[in-house]
């Protein structure tokens, strides 16, 4: 049974960061690429970032790019995501998924990801 497990959110000041990490199991992880997407309230859930399979190749949305680092341990079954100088705008559930891919182009649709984490709240306060 494939679990994707996020961990690392909370309250945080603007201008303040936040590690959010995802552990994953039941899969084989390298055969996947990783995604962060994020859902705000009354919004839908929105593409962050993603990380091909080997690490390599990283895709981020305009939006967070220079603030937010995708990573991710092979080795650990865990993807990371550091999140600098964070707005308000950034508070929303984060979620990790997994989409089986070996090429080096991320996907940023949401119905292309196979497996899905549950969530976790990261709350930006001004």
């Known amino acids: 049974q494939v679990q994707l497990a996020e961990s690392g959110g909370g309250l945080v000041q603007a201008g303040g960061s936040l590690r959010l990490s995802c552990a994953a199991s039941g899969l084989t992880f390298s055969d996947y690429a990783m995604g962060w997407f994020r859902q705000a309230p009354g919004k839908e859930r929105e593409f962050v970032v993603g990380i091909s399979w080997g690490g390599g190749f990283t895709s981020y949305v305009d939006s967070v790019k220079g603030r937010f680092t995708i990573s991710r341990d092979n080795a650990k079954n865990m993807v990371y995501l550091q999140m600098n100088s964070l707005k308000r705008e950034d508070t929303a559930v984060y979620y990790c998924?997994?989409?089986?891919?070996?090429?080096?182009?991320?996907?940023?649709?949401?119905?292309?990801?196979?497996?899905w984490g549950q969530g976790t709240q990261v709350t930006v306060s001004s």
């Open positions: 998924a997994a989409r089986r891919s070996h090429g080096t182009t991320i996907i940023r649709l949401v119905d292309q990801y196979d497996y």
